[in-house]
């Protein structure tokens, strides 16, 4: 079952609707009612993922697994998320990008193109 559900709340982001999401239980990311992060489609999260903050997460981009996006981080494209990564801070993860395992990419960092962050590995600017 998921723990999201998208609310009403809109704004057009480069001519794109996202949605912000309300948690609709409890579980590690909070309470049930606490907003999240954007999104324009629930396919851009699933599993035990999050959004919060002001990040935006758009297009084909898919965050899954225990993996969070938070902050004012923006993912975007064909990326995938996943495992425990964290993408925060101002990052900016895009183009066919995977972040996985325990990486993080936080601060300014931006990856983008075919990159791939996993591991223990952290990209920070």
Known sequence: MKHYKLTEESKTVHGIELFRIELIKDCKWGKAGDKGGWIESEINLSG???VSG?????GNARVFGDAEVS?????????WVYGNAWVYGN????????VSG?????EDAWVF?????????????
């Open 71 to 79: 902050g004012n981080a923006m993912v975007f494209g064909d990326v």
């Open 113 to 125: 193109g075919n990159a791939e962050v996993y591991g223990n590995a952290r990209v920070i600017i």
């Open 91 to 98: 990052a900016w993860v895009y183009g066919d990008a995977r």
């Open 48 to 50: 035990d993922a999050m």
């Open 102 to 106: 325990d990486a993080m990419v936080f």
């Open 54 to 58: 002001d990040a935006m997460v758009l």
